[in-house]
């Protein structure tokens, strides 16, 4: 199994910037890749941001050239760097990490909460 732990989610004035940690812990030499979504109220959960473990990268094209998604292997974490907030940002992040044990996985950490004001 995997456990992952966000932190770093909170209230941010619009044009601010925010950092997401995801800590993955348990058998995290089995990840493959690892995302970060997010989902506003009443609205559908979606992808912002992915990172495999070779380091190619994607983006959704609302946060292209404003959020960048990193990890640090040796802390088993991922980062999610967000600049240039807007009010539409607003929603729960969760981090995910999909990969192979006895069969394909996902798995979601709890979500942290982040909130632009506008």
């Known amino acids: 199994q995997v456990q992952l732990v966000e932190s770093g989610g909170g209230l941010v004035q619009a044009g601010g910037s925010l950092r997401l940690s995801c800590s993955a812990s348990g058998s995290v030499f089995s990840i493959n890749a690892m995302g970060w979504y997010r989902q506003a109220p009443g609205k559908p959960r979606e992808l912002v941001a992915g990172i495999t473990s070779s380091g190619s990268t994607l983006y959704a094209d609302s946060v292209k050239e404003r959020f960048t998604v990193s990890r640090d292997n040796a802390k088993n974490t991922v980062y999610l760097q967000m600049n240039s907030l807007k009010p539409e940002d607003t929603g729960v992040y969760y981090c995910?990490?999909?990969?192979?044990?006895?069969?394909?996985?996902?798995?979601w950490g709890q979500g942290t909460q982040v909130t632009v004001s506008s």
């Open positions: 995910n990490a999909e990969g192979i044990l006895a069969a394909k996985y996902t798995y």
